[in-house]
């Protein structure tokens, strides 16, 4: 069988050559790839009932990026007709991953089943089951030291990140038992399990999904052009996708929310989420850490394949400096590949239904591939309210709680260069006198916790964020006027 592109534009590569480029297959992927690979088997055996061992191992299967049912295809050398000639074989690296009576001189269906289960664990885990350098043990304790590892039960690998469903895992245990009575019977037993597992676990996903429920853009005071364009963008694609299809147009992949502290940013996305009525995700720099070598990079894969398999999806990257900093300050190798990897997840991630808002106050920290097109392809400064704006968070802040007859625009004039999360915090000092005296909240208890609370993000902060800005838009612009090709 030739190894074809199936008019597909994805990039080809063994399954191999994508987990040793740390592209672990998710749980889904490693279903669907297992069970295109199980329909590939049934086909060779329909057209040649005697045909002999086929190598089951993670180099002989070609896939691509993204896995579906019809992009799994087999390498020619693969199968071998004449078995007698190499039997009993010799126990090589290459191997190592077949049944036990395989090294033994025989090759059943089961041995199948068991190369089969073997395979999805190496590609959910990166390692082969029970793997050991064989090739480093003399060649005539090798089939006995390997078969003594087989008979051991299965192991979990130790790495953050990693947590495919028990159920899932019971299936690779029971299909590389050692004894083949013990094994799922036939090929379509073990397609049967899976395909039960698939549906159990894309149900199990969708009951719990993050949805968020609430007002909306309601509780959103300003921002109009902002909310205007996520509308537009992309609430309006995402409940017209059949017309958005026909026109071969997706929802953007990111925007970068900057600004100093307490301007709303966070606030906005999960107000943004409660709009779409969508998963969302909130992430940040914790949630991605690891001790462990290419820990960080599985994690945030892992981030990216939930995402997508839970679209639509809001991601929210909240200090996204810390997550996307500029390589040039990276300390080590590890801190770069993590960089790497989201920027590679981020690219053209809107194509899976998974939008990203990044936040951050500092907005010169992070790498500038990931502010290009493609990607944060959008910014929008977030800063301190106008006096429009704080009137109406003045209204939102007070329309469930007592109050006397509040004159708005004389309280507002006083939070003027205030920033947006100072509003709730000084209505919520004036509730409490209000509590303490007995009373319901009026204009003076709000101007008496205007006089007595302090500015939480100081002029000399908001002023240095304004310069930050000024030259972060310059610097966009004088990108815009580069000129591209030979001078």
């Given at each position: 069988m030739n190894i074809t592109n199936h008019d597909n534009k994805e990039s080809l590569c063994t399954i191999k050559d994508r987990i040793r480029a740390r592209k672990l297959f998710s749980e889904k992927e490693t279903i669907l790839s297992t069970l295109a690979i199980i329909s590939l088997l049934d086909e060779l055996h329909k057209v040649n009932r005697k045909l002999g061992y086929i190598n089951i191992v993670a180099s002989n299967f070609v896939c691509t990026s993204k896995i579906e049912s019809n992009n799994i295809v087999m390498i020619d050398n693969s199968i071998d007709e004449n078995l007698s000639e190499h039997y009993p074989p010799q126990c090589t690296n290459e191997n190592v991953c077949q049944a036990p009576e395989y090294f033994h001189g025989k090759f059943t269906e089961l041995s199948?089943?068991?190369?089969?289960?073997?395979?999805?664990?190496?590609?959910?885990?990166?390692?082969?089951?029970?793997?050991?350098?064989?090739?480093?043990?003399?060649?005539?304790?090798?089939?006995?030291?390997?078969?003594?590892?087989?008979?051991?039960?299965?192991?979990?690998?130790?790495?953050?990140?990693?947590?495919?469903?028990?159920?899932?895992?019971?299936?690779?245990?029971?299909?590389?038992?050692?004894?083949?009575?013990?094994?799922?019977?036939?090929?379509?037993?073990?397609?049967?399990?899976?395909?039960?597992?698939?549906?159990?676990?894309?149900?199990?996903?969708?009951?719990?999904?993050?949805?968020?429920?609430?007002?909306?853009?309601?509780?959103?005071?300003?921002?109009?052009?902002?909310?205007?364009?996520?509308?537009y963008d992309i609430i309006d694609v995402l409940n017209d996708a059949e017309r958005a299809k026909e026109l071969g147009i997706t929802i953007?992949?990111?925007?970068?929310?900057?600004?100093?502290?307490?301007?709303?940013?966070?606030?906005?996305?999960?107000?943004?989420?409660?709009?779409?009525?969508?998963?969302?995700?909130?992430?940040?720099?914790?949630?991605?850490?690891?001790?462990?070598?290419?820990?960080?990079?599985?994690?945030?894969?892992?981030?990216?394949?939930?995402?997508?398999?839970?679209?639509?999806?809001?991601?929210?990257?909240?200090?996204?400096?810390?997550?996307?900093?500029?390589?040039?300050?990276?300390?080590?190798?590890?801190?770069?590949?993590?960089?790497?990897?989201?920027?590679?997840?981020?690219?053209?991630?809107?194509?899976?239904?998974?939008?990203?808002?990044?936040?951050?106050?500092?907005?010169?920290?992070?790498?500038?591939?990931?502010?290009?097109?493609?990607?944060?392809?959008?910014?929008?400064?977030?800063?301190?309210?106008?006096?429009q704006t704080i009137e109406k968070l003045l209204e939102i802040q007070l329309r469930k709680r007592k109050t006397d007859s509040i004159n708005i625009k004389e309280v507002a004039k006083h939070l003027q260069g205030r920033v947006a999360a100072d509003v709730k915090l000084l209505v919520d000092v004036a509730a409490r006198l209000a509590f303490r005296n007995h009373c319901n909240i009026s204009t003076q208890l709000l101007i008496e916790a205007v006089r007595t609370t302090p500015p939480s993000v100081s002029k000399a902060v908001i002023e240095e964020h304004l310069r930050i800005k000024e030259k972060f838009e310059q610097k966009q612009i004088e990108g815009k006027r580069r000129r591209i090709g030979f001078q």
């Open positions: 199948e089943v068991y190369a089969i289960g073997a395979l999805m664990y190496e590609m959910l885990f990166g390692i082969e089951p029970w793997a050991i350098n064989v090739d480093m043990l003399d060649t005539t304790m090798r089939t006995l030291v390997l078969l003594k590892m087989k008979r051991k039960p299965l192991l979990i690998p130790s790495l953050n990140g990693l947590n495919p469903s028990n159920e899932l895992m019971t299936i690779i245990g029971k299909a590389t038992e050692y004894q083949p009575e013990k094994r799922y019977q036939s090929l379509e037993d073990l397609r049967t399990a899976i395909s039960r597992q698939l549906s159990s676990s894309v149900k199990d996903k969708e009951q719990h999904r993050n949805i968020r429920r609430g007002n909306g853009f309601a509780d959103i005071a300003g921002m109009d052009d902002l909310k205007e364009k996520i509308r953007p992949n990111g925007i970068l929310l900057y600004g100093p502290p307490g301007c709303g940013k966070t606030f906005f996305a999960e107000k943004c989420a409660e709009e779409m009525q969508c998963h969302f995700m909130y992430v940040k720099c914790s949630d991605v850490a690891s001790p462990y070598i290419h820990g960080g990079q599985e994690k945030i894969a892992r981030l990216f394949e939930e995402a997508r398999e839970k679209s639509p999806t809001l991601l929210f990257l909240d200090e996204v400096d810390a997550l996307l900093r500029t390589r040039t300050k990276q300390q080590n190798a590890s801190e770069s590949g993590e960089i790497n990897e989201f920027l590679c997840q981020i690219n053209n991630c809107g194509e899976s239904g998974v939008f990203v808002i990044a936040a951050t106050n500092m907005p010169e920290e992070i790498d500038e591939a990931a502010l290009r097109a493609g990607r944060l392809e959008r910014k929008y400064y977030i800063g301190v309210p106008d006096v």
